[in-house]
């Protein structure tokens, strides 16, 4: 019985012959192909190339490479590094080589009003020269005809109202 | 059921995509191919088949190795995956190679008296119908150790169990297979 059952002693397997290293190297690259796996190296990838030109050109504006007057810009970045302190004391040592007219029309009427409330003298104002408070009365003639006469007004033009006198 | 640890490894590479996939399914290919390959030729007789096949199963393989769960060892989901992708190719072709050139896988040493009478053709066709009768997880392993001659240390390793409870289960199966054929050789 033990014998009739014990079957596997009396059994050979045959292997078949299998294929060699290669056959499966290769069809592993086959089923891959077959699958569209690309490796696709990062420099060859459309995407990379996008991300660095839009960075290239992001760094080219900080830098102004497109600004036109690169002449300008040099002075501009010179001018930069002049602390405000050098640049006023420049300007009021030199003032007569400037041109004031230009000066003044490049500051923005809301710079002057700025600078303005900053100024601590107090403006002139005739009241805190004079205790008196100002009055015609106050006036004298002389001076009076003294202003006439620096305006260019005539007194005879002025009629026969004599009040202004 | 916790996975073999380079089992783990091959997966968790294959996932990450792009080169490592490759690396991956390379080294899945070079480990498993040939055992799959035996698998598969034990069925279909010849080479030009097999090749079908076992592309086939690596296709299949390569499309569903992102989704496969570790629930078993990954062996045995390839071993599924061959199988049923082998009978369904035969199936669907109806046809074998024409020509079987594989001789038959056994062999018949004389001196059994019941062997002596039956042919390696029958004998080779009756173990395959009893190993088909045997549950899954025990005929692969009756596979891997009659047929690859794979050390029970070995087989732990592909399927994740313990050497021990490999040789019972085998035991068992010799024991299955033989009452199988006896039983029809006798009929």
Known sequence: ?165 | MTIHPEDNEIIDLFNQGGIKAEKAFSSLVAKYGESLYRQIRHITKNHELTNDVLQNVFIKVFQNLSNFKKESALYTWLYRITRNETLNYLDKEKRRSGIDIDGPLLEIIAGHDVLDNTTPELITQLLDDAIDSLPEKQSLVFQLKYFEELKYSEISARLNTSEGALKANYHHARQKIETFIINKLNH
């Not at chain 1, 294929?19 to 891959?32: G, R, S, T």
């Not at chain 1, 230009?102 to 205790?131: D, Q, R, Y």
């Not at chain 1, 007004?153 to 109202?161: A, F, K, R």
Request: no cysteine.
């Open chain 1, 1 to 165: 019985m033990d014998k009739q059952n014990n079957i596997f002693d009396y059994l050979k397997v045959n292997k078949p012959q299998v294929p060699n290293k290669d056959y499966f190297e290769q069809l592993a690259n086959n089923v891959m192909k077959s699958q569209k796996i690309k490796v696709i190296p990062i420099y060859k990838k459309p995407v990379t190339w996008l991300s660095m030109a839009a960075a290239s050109v992001a760094i080219m504006f900080l830098l102004g490479v497109f600004n036109s007057n690169p002449q300008e810009t040099n002075v501009l970045l010179a001018l930069n590094e002049v602390s405000v302190n050098e640049i006023e004391t420049y300007i009021y040592d030199n003032i007569n080589d400037f041109d004031t007219d230009a000066i003044i029309n490049l500051i923005e009427e809301e710079n002057i009003e700025a600078e303005e409330e900053k100024v601590s003298i107090e403006p002139i104002i005739e009241t805190t020269i004079s205790e008196k408070p100002i009055s015609l009365d106050n006036i004298e003639k002389e001076d009076i005809l003294e202003y006439f006469e620096l305006e260019g007004i005539n007194l005879e033009d002025l009629g026969d109202d004599e009040s202004f006198i």
